[in-house]
């Protein structure tokens, strides 16, 4: 059964640090690409950060580089999100996302999402 569970979200000050985790369990980061997007109210999710599998290339909405780093930690299967020099607006629900890319996490394209966890940026 897959499963994404995040956390680590919460309020901060701009300027301020926040380091998301997302619990993995299901499958093994060798067969999904992970990420991490973010959705504030009327807008579509967008992507923050993304991973191959199993660690190595990385990616990150123009946004957001600079101020963020993915990271995996493949021996208590989770993904981290670090995100320093907030801003107001990175406030929004981030979610923790698998790619399946391969067996045994399913069928190839298929995507796997958290419940997501509020990151509010305010003075």
């Known amino acids: 059964q897959v499963q994404l569970v995040e956390s680590g979200g919460g309020l901060v000050q701009p300027g301020g640090s926040l380091r998301l985790s997302c619990a993995a369990s299901g499958f093994t980061f060798r067969s999904v690409r992970m990420s991490w997007y973010r959705q504030t109210p009327g807008n579509k999710r967008e992507l923050v950060a993304a991973?191959?599998?199993?660690?190595?290339?990385?990616n990150y909405a123009d946004s957001m580089k600079g101020r963020s780093s993915i990271s995996v930690d493949d021996a208590k299967n989770t993904v981290y999100l670090q995100m320093n020099s907030l801003k107001p607006e990175d406030t929004a629900v981030y979610y923790c996302?698998?790619?399946?890319?391969?067996?045994?996490?399913?069928?190839?394209?298929?995507?796997?999402w958290g419940q997501g966890t509020q990151v509010t940026v305010s003075a």
């Open positions: 991973i191959a599998s199993g660690g190595g290339s990385t």
């Open positions: 996302n698998a790619l399946c890319l391969a067996r045994p996490c399913g069928q190839p394209g298929m995507n796997y």
